[in-house]
């Protein structure tokens, strides 16, 4: 017991734990910048990473103890200082390991019950007679708060996807419901809406769809028994692991362990982006679903 207190066993022990503790920050880091081959899933991917940044840290503190130490000492003053790095705080890498551990063990939730009903054409037309995802206000509407949150390296790692989720926390956070005006069903279009931020279900989706629609995105409205909502095209159906894995990421608090909501239209993947969630790919508020307003590309 007292020989472990020597200060040479103190150092062999301080550099042990460098050795250690520095993997897991550097594979985070790694998992960035190496994006995944072809399809691979990002459970692997960043087992991979893991696997690698060990390999360094061995190879590292074999040819020098003293610069395994300088790696840590920088890893901690990126994290900390540099604005590069500011989402990889240890509280942002902690939420990434996070969102894999729940990924890699709760599955996503498929909703397929589509109740096709008569009757919604006038009400098909008049959404697609609102929405404006070419008008040149609304395209900088949505150019500015596709990029107002998560930065590069999200978008580099998650793809388009990233700007989609950034329009949903940027309008879902910051929208307040107000009723339409009494004995009428007002569809507000966007450019009134992305002023005021505020309005009904049918306002909400009509300003979602068209944002995103306006960065190049598929967007689709849904009309369910007393509801409307848009869900945005994320990839296929292959892809739900990876855009889960986005999702969790991205919004911790918001999923804290639930379930990706999703529907499957011709092997497309489509996510939720109601307000009614807090965290795209939420809970239906009605899983029920009247009728799907489809837009051209």
């Not at 550099?15 to 081959?37: E, K, N, T």
């Not at 604005?83 to 990924?103: C, E």
């Not at 931020?197 to 995103?212: E, F, K, Q």
Request: net charge neutral; hydrophobic share 40%.
């Amino acid at each position: 017991m007292t020989r472990f207190f020597q200060p040479t066993e103190l150092l062999n022990f301080a550099i042990r734990f460098i050795q250690i503790i520095i993997v897991f920050p550097m594979a985070v880091l790694f998992s960035f910048y190496i994006p995944p081959y072809n399809s691979m899933d990002y459970e692997l991917h960043f087992l991979l990473c893991l696997m690698f940044a060990a390999v360094i840290s061995v190879l590292v503190t074999k040819y020098s103890r003293k610069l395994i130490v300088l790696m840590f000492i920088g890893m901690l003053s990126i994290m900390a200082f540099n604005k590069t790095f500011k989402d990889q705080t240890l509280d942002g890498i902690y939420a990434d390991y996070n969102a894999m551990l729940v990924n890699m063990t709760s599955n996503p939730h498929k909703v397929s019950y589509f109740k096709p009903v008569r009757g919604t054409y006038f009400q098909d037309q008049r959404v697609k007679s609102a929405m404006q995802p070419t008008h040149p206000k609304v395209r900088a509407f949505a150019v500015e708060n596709s990029t107002r949150y998560f930065h590069d390296e999200y978008y580099r790692k998650f793809g388009k996807a990233a700007r989609y989720f950034s329009l949903f926390k940027h309008i879902r956070l910051n929208w307040k419901y107000v009723n339409d005006p009494l004995g009428m069903d007002y569809y507000s279009p966007p450019t009134e809406s992305m002023g005021l931020l505020a309005g009904d279900c049918d306002d909400y989706a009509i300003l979602m769809a068209s944002s995103v629609m306006a960065i190049g995105g598929e967007a689709r409205v849904v009309i369910s028994p007393s509801h409307m909502y848009t869900e945005v095209k994320v990839g296929t159906v292959e892809d739900i692991d990876k855009v889960s894995f986005a999702i969790r990421t991205l919004f911790p608090d918001e999923v804290n362990g639930g379930k990706i909501h999703f529907h499957e239209t011709g092997g497309d993947l489509w996510v939720n982006f109601d307000y009614t969630g807090s965290y795209p790919g939420g809970p239906f508020l009605e899983p029920e679903l009247y009728s799907v307003i489809t837009f051209n590309k």
